[in-house]
Structure formats: structure tokens, C-alpha cells
């Protein structure tokens, strides 16, 4: 797609120049960079305008790869865009992608390989910004995402998603989480700030529909899992490798996709039961979650990419551990992801530990961050 587009391509350069420069622990080329993108944002102002004009996959990636250029380089054009007014673009775009879709195809949504990949980039995006605080607005990660699957029924819910690392049933779900969880944490704060003596409860509604949502997550997490056809594939490819004399282990990566997987799922039962139910971070309902994705972190093979993939289960599980083995545990894990050069895994160690400083819970110590 990118060696089509000069944009795109602009994009991937000041990406890899950024990734290097964080590697490198040098200062990201901005000069060079600014040059790079600076025709993309008039080209994405007209496709958004334009109504008439159908949104392509190249617009859509564009948007998306200024959000991740964002959150893994902030500042990297010389100037600060924070990455949710870029997700925000990228959603209005998901949206008109989407409608294009339904309207310029017979059969419904047959999305090609490339929507469907930016599909599992955006929805990774969109949804752990919202779990980490992303701004609430009325086109939530949960519409979009519903929308895709009505118009998709043969995408399996249960297959993980390689570029997600959970499924597409899990993504939902959390979505859901998310927009509920949000809304709760302003209640819980604006009553510490003015009573800090009252303990916020959720009402009757909020509570019933945390209780469905938990019921949806285990089942969810109850479903057996298996890789998406993109491992399937791969997997065939290795296995004509070995034929050739190449040794390469794929089990060990469809067993450490298993593992991430259920480490999401646990996140978001950590999510539902702190913010939206309130309960304390000593509750067996939070501290039993926490057991289990440290129990699955340990199953993930350190520098390896599903230890990437992991930033967000871990991050959950730091923020809540009580015990001083498990917080070196993930202590330790999180100094071996920031060797990788993403700005976001140093932010989020920091918040960390800045919780297990002063006691308090990391939303509101939260500024920039993007847990993902």
C-alpha cells in the first residue's frame, strides 16, 4: 500500500526514522520529518470535506499511522498533536470507510485483506486509548466495532486476531468496558474531590449491565481458542521450511497468542470490577485476575513480540499488585520492553510506579499515556 502512496510511504519513513532515533537514544530528526508529512494533513483535510469522494484504505492507514507515530514518538513532527485528536480522525474516517463499503459493494461488506488489517490496527488503537483514558465522545469504539461485525458475520469472533493479540469477540467486549468505564470514573473522582470520606458506589443500572458484561468476558475467554488464518498460513509456510531443512517453532507462538489472549481477558475483568463496581485493589475480584496474567506473563518468552504485545495486561496487572515478587516480576519485564525504543512502555512504567509511590490509583495521575 505505502510504496503506492508517497503519503503513506512519507509516513512509514518518519515512523522508522522516529523507532530508530528512540533505539539509538537520540533526538527523533524533526527538521526531516516535518518535510516528510508536510503535505499529508491538507490531503486528509480534503478527504474528509470531500463527501462525495469514497475514503480508501491509503486515507484511513494515513490516519492511523499518524495516531501510532504519535503515541510511540510524541513530538516527533516539532509540534504536540495529542494521539486522541489523531485516533479521533481516524474514527470519523473508519466511519465514512465503512458506509463506502456498504454502499459500493453487492454483497454486503467483503472487505479486502487491507481493510481487514486496518480494521484489527485501528480497533487495537481505539480501544485501548479509550481503556486508557481517551476522551469521551458520542462515536465510541463499541459502535464502529458492532457495526463491522454486523456487516462481516463470517469473521469468527473467537479467533485471534494477530494483530490485536486477543479476539474479536474479547474487543468488543472491552470496548464496552471502556465507554462504561469512563463514565464511572468521573463519578468515583468527582466525589473523592469534594468527599473524600464517601466510598462511590455504581447505581442499580450501571451495576446490572458490569454483571452482563463480566458473564460476556468469561464466556468469552471460556470459547477455544485458535490463531487467525494469518498464522494458519504462516504456520504452513514453516512447515514447509522444516521440510527444507529450516527448524522453526511455531507452537511456541501460537501457545504465547493463547496466553496474550487470556491476559486480556483478565485485564478487562481488573477494569470492570475496580472502575465500574469499585471495589478495592485487595478484593479477591481484582487480586484473582491479577494472579492470572501474571501467571501468563510468565509464559511469554522475554524480548520476544508477544512480550510487546503484553503492555496493557501488565500495565493493569502493575498498577494492582499488592505483592513485592509480583511487581519485580512485571518491574523486570516492562525494563525488557522499553529496550524495543516505543516512548509509550517508558510512560507507562513510570505511571507505575508513580501508583506504588503514593498509593493512589493511576487514573487520575494519568496525563498523555497510551497503555497499549
Keep these: 500500500m505505502a510504496a503506492g502512496n508517497d503519503h503513506l510511504l512519507s509516513l512509514l519513513l518518519a515512523y522508522s526514522a522516529a523507532h530508530r532515533s528512540r533505539i539509538l537514544g537520540k533526538k527523533e530528526p524533526q ?3 516535518a518535510i516528510w508529512v508536510q503535505d ?18 491509503t486515507s484511513l492507514a494515513t490516519a492511523i499511522m499518524l495516531a501510532s507515530l504519535e503515541i510511540i514518538s510524541p513530538t516527533a513532527f516539532g ?26 459493494t453487492e454483497n454486503g461488506l467483503q472487505e479486502d485483506a487491507a481493510c481487514a488489517f486496518l480494521w484489527s490496527w485501528f480497533a487495537y488503537l481505539d480501544v485501548l486509548g479509550s481503556l486508557s483514558g481517551g476522551v469521551l465522545d458520542a462515536e465510541s469504539s463499541r459502535l464502529w466495532l458492532l457495526e463491522y461485525t454486523v456487516h462481516n458475520p463470517n469473521d469468527s469472533r473467537d479467533e485471534i486476531d494477530c494483530i490485536m493479540g486477543f479476539t474479536t469477540r474479547c ?22 474531590s469534594h468527599s473524600p470520606q464517601l466510598v462511590w458506589s455504581p447505581n442499580a443500572a450501571c451495576a ?27 504456520n504452513q509456510g514453516q512447515s514447509r521450511s522444516q521440510d527444507n531443512g529450516v527448524e522453526v517453532d511455531s507452537h511456541g507462538n501460537r501457545e504465547e497468542m493463547v496466553l496474550l489472549n487470556e491476559a486480556f481477558h483478565w485485564a478487562g475483568l481488573v477494569h470492570l470490577h475496580r472502575r465500574i463496581l469499585g471495589k478495592p485493589p485487595a478484593h ?72 506504588w509511590v503514593t498509593g493512589q490509583p493511576w487514573e487520575p495521575l494519568l496525563c498523555k499515556e497510551f497503555i497499549g
Excluded at 468476558?217 to 494458519?232: I, K
Design 31 to 33: 527538521m526531516r520529518i
Design 40 to 57: 499529508i494533513f491538507p490531503a486528509l483535510r480534503q478527504a474528509l470535506n470531500d463527501r462525495d469522494k469514497i475514503i480508501s484504505n
Design 79 to 104: 509540534y504536540d498533536i495529542p494521539w486522541q485528536r489523531h485516533l479521533s480522525l481516524a474514527r470519523t474516517l473508519m466511519w465514512r470507510r465503512l458506509a463506502d463499503l456498504r454502499r459500493t
Design 171 to 192: 474487543v468488543q467486549v472491552l470496548a464496552q468496558i471502556a465507554e462504561l468505564a469512563r463514565r464511572c470514573d468521573e463519578q468515583r473522582f468527582a466525589l473523592s
Design 208 to 234: 446490572e449491565r458490569a454483571q452482563l458484561l463480566e458473564q460476556e468476558l468469561m464466556f468469552s475467554m471460556a470459547q477455544t481458542s485458535r490463531p487467525c488464518r494469518h498464522m494458519t498460513d504462516t
Design 284 to 355: 479477591e475480584d481484582v487480586q484473582g485476575p491479577v494472579r492470572r496474567i501474571v501467571a501468563c506473563l510468565e509464559g511469554i518468552v522475554p524480548g520476544g513480540s508477544a512480550e510487546m504485545g503484553f503492555l496493557f495486561p501488565m500495565f493493569t496487572a502493575g498498577c494492582h499488585a499488592l505483592e513485592g515478587a509480583q511487581r519485580s516480576k512485571i518491574l523486570e519485564r516492562f525494563h525488557s520492553v522499553e529496550r524495543n525504543g516505543m516512548t509509550q512502555v517508558h510512560k507507562a512504567r513510570v505511571l507505575m510506579e508513580k501508583v
